[in-house]
């Protein structure tokens, strides 16, 4: 078959060119799986680098984990054997990891991103205790001129049963970062109330520095002055940091202050009325004061922080959660009536009040305050008992009309200048008595530390040929015995002395309160009981 040239020269054109088609082809071929590769390697350098930096992490937090866990064994090895020494600084709570409810806590303090650690408290005291009914939390901060916060834990503490210490937490938050201000209120909590630190009752924190954001630049609102602003903006900061701590430890959540006083029940009327209420409440009030006596779902904690570090800079507590109230239940297409009664399906106030305001010197400096909750009504400030005929009498310098008659016959307390080593308090009985009990209560809901402190319980056994024993030749019981022939037996514990009789003293002339030591305050004695098998 003849070819044309026309026909040839472009077959061979053609058959000349298909070398450098599929060569061009191949090799855009070769190029699109080099980028492939290259895509796929670079993406396994990212994993890789990823994977290198979350390995560095975890094994910084493994690290830091196990160094907490062998810090907490010491610890607890020290309390074991007793051992006693200087406050250690560290921190016993062994998880680190954040909550994911916490997560958003970057948005609204964007500078804790370079802190991972400061949303975590140093807890200086506490043991770790959860699953308890009522956690309560009381922020502290440093004021000029007094601090109210031993005297608010006497209220708290006063007649606080050991089945409800038990069944509650009182956290105390030191919202400062001076750290010898934070050791010495810390070591004052542990001086007075050791019992309490031991059990776990009372626990101890402050926040690192680093939780704080730059508060020297903020706005101006509600025409308050620039310091004012301040002062409420962290303690917007403080409330929140305190709430996150305590969320996990209990069922329900209990905001105080650190100048307050307690009705002696509090903890019974605070459940009780928490368990009658049948409706989706958010809020519980014990008080018509500020942010004192708010009750609160621990499961609702998160929420609530969550809102209010939204707008922590903008205005005081108490007024944001009356805005989250409104923003979960008032329709704007309804009226301010509406609205109000909404809010109060979900805020319910409960009278009488639980807690007063006794604080006169605000933590904002130089200002003045006399904030009274009406509804409180008036404290009982002693307690009334059935006691048998005595003769009383006392070495201890009285105040106005508060006398020792009035107390042992439950009609007043008796109240009495500062206590000196050698002085006492003698109840002694018209006619000698078999005395199975004794209850002897100081301080009261209104002067909670007017204790008496280092004072002994002492018995005067009525047979005289025990006594002139006891006097030439010291005790045949397991008690000392007095050279005026007196038997010690119970001492003060915190404001109370409390205890039995050994029916082989045989019967009882008189009992004595003697004081060892000088006291650094007054003294009050709100309630005597003595128990026989007659009363």
Known sequence: MRLRLGQVLPALCLGAAFPLLWYAVWQRSRGN?????QDQLLELQRRLLYAEKEYKKRSHELSRALDEIKHTVARRMNTTNNHTGDMKWKELNLSRKLPVHLTNIYYYLPHLQEHEDAIFPNVLFGQQRTGVSLVMGIPTVKREKQNYLIDTLNSLLYELSEEQKK????????????????????????????????????EVISPPASYYPDLSNLKKTLGDSEDRVRWRTKQNLDYSFLMLYAQPKGTFYL?????IVAKPDYVESVKSFAAQQSQDWMVLEFSQLGFIGKLFKAEDLPLIVEFFLMFYKDKPIDWLIDHLLSVKVCNPEKDAAHCEMEKSKLRIRAKPSLFQHVGIHSS???????????????SLLYKAHNNPPAKVDTSLRIYEQHT???????????????????????????????VEKYLFRSGNMEHPGDKLFN???????????LRKELADNGSKFNSPATKDGYLKIGAFENGVAEGSISQSIGRIQAIRLSVTSDSPVWAILSEVFIKTSEN
């Open 33 to 37: 799986d080099l980028d492939v590769y």
């Open 255 to 259: 905001q105080l202050e650190d100048d």
């Open 455 to 465: 004072t002994t319980v002492e018995v005067l056994p009525a047979d005289e040929t």
């Open 404 to 434: 020792l008659e009035e107390v042992y016959k439950g009609q007043n307390f008796f109240w009495a200048l500062a206590p000196m080593a050698g002085d006492y308090i003698r109840f002694t009985f018209l006619n000698p008595l078999d």
């Open 364 to 378: 904002l400096a130089g200002k003045v305050q006399n904030l009274k909750d009406k509804d409180f009504g008036k």
């Open 167 to 202: 069944d509650c937490i009182i956290i105390i938050f030191i919202a400062e970062v001076g750290a010898e201000y934070i050791k010495s209120i810390a070591e004052s909590v542990k001086t007075s109330f050791p019992r309490e630190v031991e059990s776990g009752v009372l």
